[in-house]
């Protein structure tokens, strides 16, 4: 599973109807490079991409997370990597965070249980001076874009295949508003903004 991330502010057009809109802000790019069948690299993974500022101090925040827990022919083991962005640099980059369903529900067309609220939590230490930092992101997902059927996305043959080992693979995606609290040694920071987030489930 190969899932690089990077940060800019690229000029963008967005075209609507044939009408051109210039934009300005933020964008992530994901490139994601799946060169095995889905059920051998994950039972179930998560992605956020959390962006937004503090409305008195102005200081912007930008939080990515993947985790993923391994099938469990290779230990159901929980691999989880995330990033901080503060005011525009890299902040840090931790592995200690976590993904909490703290409610879910079940989903009849699918058979899973989707959050319907969820703490995603980073800790860590910063890059420079090695202070300790922590934010939690709690959501409470509404804003649904999509339930994308990962078998659909496959080639055919492929398909066949994974279909023998996993009933329906599912990636759910929201987006949502969200507040972070973002600690970055003793000082603590609210941040407003908006989340773009998965949840997948595979097994």
């Given at each position: 599973l190969d899932h690089p991330q990077s940060s800019c502010h690229p000029p963008c057009?967005?075209?609507?109807?044939?009408?051109?809109?210039?934009?300005?802000?933020?964008?992530t790019f994901v490139h994601a490079v799946q060169g095995m069948r889905p059920h051998l690299v994950a039972s179930k993974w998560s992605y956020?991409?959390?962006?937004?500022?503090?409305?008195?101090?102005?200081?912007?925040?930008?939080?990515?997370?993947?985790?993923?827990?391994?099938?469990e022919y290779y230990g159901n083991v929980t691999v989880n990597q995330g990033s901080i962005v503060f005011n525009g640099e890299?902040?840090?980059?931790?592995?200690?965070?976590?993904?909490?369903?703290?409610?879910t529900e079940h989903d009849v067309e699918t058979g899973y249980n989707p959050p319907t609220e969820?703490?995603?939590?980073?800790?860590?230490?910063?890059?420079e001076?090695?202070?300790?930092?922590?934010?939690?992101?709690?959501?409470?997902?509404?804003?649904l874009c999509q339930k994308v059927d990962l078998l659909a996305e496959i080639p055919w043959?492929?398909?066949?295949?994974?279909?023998?080992?996993v009933?329906?693979?599912?990636?759910?995606?929201?987006?949502?508003?969200?507040t972070a609290m973002v600690t970055i040694g003793g000082e603590e920071h609210r941040v407003t903004?908006?989340?773009?987030?998965?949840?997948?489930?595979v097994l």
């Open positions: 057009t967005l075209i609507v109807d044939g009408q051109a809109h210039d934009m300005a802000g933020e964008g956020v991409d959390f962006t937004g500022k503090n409305q008195e101090s102005q200081h912007r925040a930008r939080l990515s997370l993947i985790q993923f827990t391994t099938p890299l902040m840090g980059v931790a592995v200690d965070n976590k993904t909490e369903f703290v409610k969820v703490n995603y939590i980073w800790e860590g230490k910063t890059i001076g090695s202070k300790p930092f922590k934010a939690v992101l709690n959501v409470k997902p509404k804003g043959a492929l398909r066949k295949i994974v279909s023998t080992f009933a329906k693979p599912i990636i759910y995606q929201w987006y949502d508003d969200a903004g908006h989340v773009y987030h998965e949840a997948t489930f």
